[in-house]
């Protein structure tokens, strides 16, 4: 067999060109303009820059430069940088166990000229001048000796114009920018001894000073409101050493947004951590809720695999259980030592609608009659040892019960919307009689219609009510603020809001520059009635911005109106007299799709009597 010759031309398995393998691997790492300006950044930092600098036209997609003050290249190693797996940072496979480099693998120069033009210029401290190469797809084009200053400049033009293909799948401008913003932010936040500079279009994005201190940085880059709500971590176990800041319980968002975890340096996303810090703060947070967390990781190289994807965003830690036990301890311990009651804003306006008590308060009686309202917070003649003891607030073990009145009022207004757009039910079209059994934890409304038990998500079915007739309200009226909104938003929510502003005006909000990285809110939509959580305008806001692609306009409001439908809906939790659950069933039933809601999760689900008996045993 080994001695006759075949016509390779009549197999159908053959070997690409070099030149279409360098294209389909740079894809892995090169995904778009973001990735560029991480792999840079990360190289830079390698060199050991103090200044780093990033300027961008076209959300990167025109143009890319990346300065730094590093320690450079020599002639010599400027001209192989370019080549496939070539690198200074590791030498053998044993390396691998101890990479504390960001690079390590010799591909990111290389991928990046695959589907680029770049012109990269540096030099060493000691040599007399600096070496220029120009470098595209099909290799070095030109290399040259040039005047610079110590460090490296390298420039990334016309990114993918040798994979059109690619193109196509980029989000808008703005997303891309707020990728960007986010990668230099990541990285300014994991190394504050490090000045970093990200210039849009001539604009200047962010700037982050380089003091050497998290919190620095922090105040920066997330704003003040962020950092007067944050505590320090320090914790130190066999296998990790932990330090940064998380949140106060008070500071939330719906979603992470407002989390960074960084591993030796390295920015890395790890739902395991993320998980692990949420269990930190037991009770603390609502459902859905997450705190902010700025937190950094040290641990032993060897314990740690950053070879398992091409982006090296996630890794594969060793000892992976202890690690995640040491992070919850970390939350624990940090929020045992916060001052965390004065937090608690208590007017007589305030409705508490749970019992907070102290390591060893249990709720007093009230005197001369049964248990004490719940809607107060309790402190007997213990108050001022209370407030001397460092430990952590819990709260008691029960469901949060919003009052009756916010659920009629909730249930008020969709029925008003509803009887706007939909036609009295004529008695031909008679609806089917649904009675109603009564409700389980204040969450499910259990029902019996056409002979089967329904069981129905009261939050889901009125967030489906809402929405479909937000959707049809393209002038909903709006409500002017007694006290303005002032938000300030991260340098990823700044980059992307300005797309969002038209659509968010056009359904009765009010947003406006104040200042530096902040915005000011004056009107809100006439649906939410009177706002008594103004927290839930930047929840709003920042659903929208981390919500994803959006292609087309429409899309930007449907987005819309299915945020407005959740904020709006009734709550789980909330108590409903039959009256009530009576009435948003009847509403439900005249949706156009009474079966889920906007999200895709069901509004409800049903048992035939026969399914009931199967569950039971009977025959």
Known sequence: MADKNYDLQGYRIHVLDESTINKIAAGEVIERPASVVKELIDNSIDANATDIRVEIKGS??????????????????????????????????????????????????????????????????????GTRLVVDSSGIKSISSAGSAVGTSISVNDLFYSTPARKKYLKSLRTELANIT?????????????????????????RSPSSGELFDSIVHLYGADVARSLVPVEFRSEFVSISGYISKPELTRSGTD??????????????????????????????????????KF???????????????????????????????????????TADLIPELRLTKESSVQSRIYGPEARPPEKEGSGTAPADHVFFDGRQESLLQQPSVLREESQSYRYPMKDTQKRLMRSERLQAQHVPPVKKSEALPDVKVLGQFADLYILTESEGKLVLVDQHAAHERIMYEQVLKMR??????????????????????????????????????????????????????????????????????????????????????????????AIKAGAVCT?????????????????YTCPHGRPTMVSFTKEELGRMFGRT
């Open 475 to 568: 002038d909903m009226g709006w409500q002017e603020l007694v006290t303005p909104v002032t938000l300030e938003l991260s340098t990823k929510e700044r980059a992307i809001i300005e797309d969002y502003i038209p659509f968010l005006e056009q359904i009765g909000f009010s947003i406006s520059e104040f200042g530096p990285g902040a915005y000011v809110v004056t009107t809100v939509p006439s649906i939410f009635g009177r706002l008594e959580d103004p927290g839930i305008v930047h929840d709003i806001i920042s659903d929208l911005v981390t919500g994803g692609r959006i292609r087309e306009d429409t899309e930007v409001y449907d987005r819309l109106c299915s945020t407005m439908a959740c904020r709006a």
């Open 258 to 295: 407002l989390q960074a975890f960084f591993i030796n340096g390295r920015s890395i996303y790890s739902r395991v951590i993320a998980n692990a810090v949420r269990l930190g703060y037991y009770t603390l947070l609502p459902k859905g809720r997450y705190p902010a967390a700025f937190l």
């Open 578 to 594: 039959p009256e009530q659950m009576q009435g948003l069933l009847r509403q439900l039933i005249l949706c156009e799709n009474p």
């Open 298 to 336: 040290d641990i032993d190289p060897f314990y740690v695999d950053v070879n398992v994807h091409p982006t090296k965003r996630e890794v594969r830690l060793s000892h992976e259980k202890e690690i995640e036990s040491a992070i919850i301890t970390a939350v624990e311990q940090a929020l045992s």
């Open 182 to 206: 986010d990668v230099v932010t990541r990285h300014a936040v994991a190394h504050p001894e490090i000045s970093f500079a990200l210039v849009s279009d001539g604009k200047v994005i962010m």
């Open 60 to 129: 990167g997609t025109k143009s890319i430069l990346v300065v730094d003050n590093g320690s450079g290249m020599s002639h010599q190693d400027a001209s192989l940088a370019f080549t496939k797996h070539a690198t200074s940072k590791i030498s053998s496979i044993e390396d691998l166990d101890r990479v504390l480099t960001l690079g390590f693998r010799g591909e990111a120069l290389a991928s990046i000229a695959s589907v680029s033009r770049v012109e990269l210029t540096t030099r060493q401290e000691n040599d007399i001048s």
